[in-house]
């Protein structure tokens, strides 16, 4: 708790794109022929999709296509109706969000779910409040908050007792993933993370999202913007009409094939 | 892959800061500045800048007093009434603190007044001799408990049955009313009135005994260096473990405002106002007594993991929610919270009138008490408020009642005076908010 996130110790890989297929250890998180379906809706189509840890896998796909979908499953909103999801290679079962919690995922929505009105500290320990005799103990949870900013190379903010409502874009969404990655987690799964925001900013949200990989987490940016996850992204996958219609490393895609896949769920290399 | 580093060409932008211009005016100063000239010129662009806090309901209270010293010759500021002012006050604080629990979440009690009528009524009913004659201590415990059963189901309906807390406590106000009606019966008046019966006479000293004037001398230095101590012990707490504190300049400023307000309360209400044959002289009991309270409800809301989910609720419901907060258990508290404090004011109402009868305009005090909250800068969309805004503004509301009283002013001019500060207040808070960059006023 005291040390959010893992120290230099935790393995740079952010250079080796490929090695997803390494036989050593079985990726973080594994969807294995994941089904679901609404009424009548067919939303997943037997998704398979490797999240390995100390890489970032982007989720691409036109709307509609089950992105949010994909993402409620592993936050354990939704259950899957048929298929597995593997954790470290063990099966599990996802039945809400305090489970997929334990198990040490955290889910950054689009709207990012920060109480403009409380200060930074306030926010990321929301709901998991340190206290001492009965009393908030605020200057631990300070240190703790500053901590985690620090580890995330977060330093623009002025004041971390500054209300949220005063941040610009990106520094909300800064604080936003650092509350996520406080209580070791381990993988983060980033819904949007730069919709809205401006060059600089986005700038800053990418860099962070590499900060996120570099210490060792698996993380999954869902994104619209391909030049996005160009610039950040280890691996690809992409959806149409709740299928999964391609997935590797990032050098096996360009701007043009994905957008193809995108659109028509298939592209010719 | 080339077209995607062209499209990436975006990065080679020069690098600029981000924009923190706005969140200067936004983020209080006292968490930014080193020193005290720095907080005065941070402070200053902070008002400039339209988050005036505190400001406009200061410069308002200044304004009425001096008005009413000019318009009453010089009575408004005798020590006399401005020790009744005091007290008058009292009763709006109180509302104001009940209020503010539930405008805390963005929702509203309207019962409030009557609660305070039935609480009222409760007390004094059950110190009547011929009749239950129970001690004073356990008719005021019996009285606060209905209250905050009463305030529990309010938000029981509010949040188990998402009904509208404005309906909920509508409906509340109407029963109470009757219930207030149905419990002092056919003669419609409780007195507290007596000298000899011990129980009565306790409830009616709350505010009419005064403590003795060495005795208030005494308790004003023992509640100024524990406020000291606190502060500066919290202080170099904070600097110990390498945190941002306050400059030390505006600690000293603090403790020294805090003394000099204390000081002036005690000598006001040291200065004999009665007459030189009978000594009328000392700090109100009910004085300490609400201080207490707003004591008790500072730490609650500003320090303890209850008070810190009220705010959150207010702010973003569904960051509660999602941070694992039971939003119906906070609702369910922070209702039967405002019912004990509503309660509470109908045992100091009850003192005040040295008893209650069936003329209690509980739908007139409610409504003073929201206002209370809202003159001293409590939102009414919720997150945005601290419990000590009742306290001045219920002073507010106690000085133009006092003054047009004092002026023979008849009743209708005092309510649209009231009236006429609430719009302008509302106004302050509504266009101070339009001149920030925090979202919270577009948000209902």
Known sequence: M???VPGPEAPATGAAAASSLSPASPPLLQLRGV??????????????????????????????????????????????????????????????????????????????????????????????ERVHRGLLNEDSMERAAAETLRNLKVTTV??????????????????????????????????????????????????????????????????????????????????HLGRKVAEGPVADFDLQNVVQYMTTGSAHR | MAKVEDELGRTALDEEVEPTAAAEIAAPPEILAESLGEYIRAWGRRVAGGESGALPVVLALVIIAVAF?????????????????????????????????????????????????????????????????WPWWLAIITALVCSGVTGAVWGLLVSKLHLPSFVVTLAGL????????????????????????????????????????????????????????????????????????PPPGLTILKIAFFVAAGIAVVAVCNVNRGSSLVVLAGVPWVVPIVLVVLLLWVVLLQRTKFGRYVYAIGGNPDAARRAGISLATVRTWAFALAGVTAGFSGILYLSWQGGTSTNVNGGQYVLYGVAAAVIGGTSLFG????????????????????????????????????????VGAVLVDTLSRRGTLSGSATRI
């Open chain 1, 2 to 4: 005291m040390s959010p």
């Open chain 1, 35 to 128: 089904d679901k379906h609404f009424g009548a809706v067919q939303a997943l189509y037997h998704v398979d999709l490797d999240l390995p840890a100390a890489q970032v896998t982007a989720l691409c796909g036109d709307n509609g296509a089950g992105k949010s979908v994909l993402t409620r499953c592993i936050a354990g909103i939704h259950q899957p109706d048929h298929g597995e999801i593997l954790w470290n290679g063990k099966p599990v079962h996802i039945r809400g969000p305090r489970d997929a919690a334990d198990l040490g995922i955290e889910v950054v929505y689009q709207d990012l779910a920060l109480a403009d009105n409380l200060d930074i500290v306030q926010n990321m320990f929301l709901g998991r």
């Open chain 1, 158 to 239: 002025r004041s971390i007792r500054q209300p949220v409502a005063s941040l610009s874009g990106g520094q909300r969404q800064a604080v936003a993933v650092a509350k996520a990655v406080m209580w070791n987690s381990k993988l983060v799964l980033l819904d949007e993370p730069t919709a809205a925001l401006g060059v600089v900013q986005t700038r800053m949200v990418l860099e962070l999202v590499r900060t996120l990989r570099d210490h060792g987490l698996g993380v999954m940016v869902i994104s619209h913007n391909l030049n996005d996850v160009f610039q950040v992204a280890d691996r690809l996958a992409v959806l």
């Open chain 2, 69 to 133: 010293e000019i318009w009453t010759q010089g009575l408004f500021l005798s020590p006399q009434n401005l020790v009744n002012l005091f007290i008058e006050s009292m009763v709006f604080m109180t509302l104001g603190m009940a209020e503010i629990f539930v405008l805390l979440l963005g929702e509203i009690d309207l019962s409030a007044g009557y609660v305070l009528a039935v609480a009222a009524g409760i007390a004094g009913l059950l110190v009547q001799k011929p009749g239950p004659n």
């Open chain 2, 174 to 245: 109407l029963i109470m009313w009757g219930v207030m009606l149905v419990i002092l019966g056919n003669a419609g008046v409780v007195s507290i009135a007596s000298r000899i019966l011990v129980n009565q006479h306790v409830l009616y000293q709350i505010v009419w005994g005064n403590i003795p004037p060495v005795a208030g001398w005494v308790g004003l230095a023992v509640l100024s260096l524990l406020f000291a101590g606190i502060t500066i012990s919290r202080d170099f707490g904070r600097r110990r473990k390498g945190l941002v504190a």
């Open chain 2, 383 to 422: 997150g945005r408020g601290k419990i000590a805004q009742a306290v001045v503004g219920g002073l507010v509301i106690g000085a133009i009642y006092n003054g047009l009283y004092l002026q023979g002013v008849q009743v209708q001019w005092q309510l649209i005076a009231t009236g006429l500060v609430l």
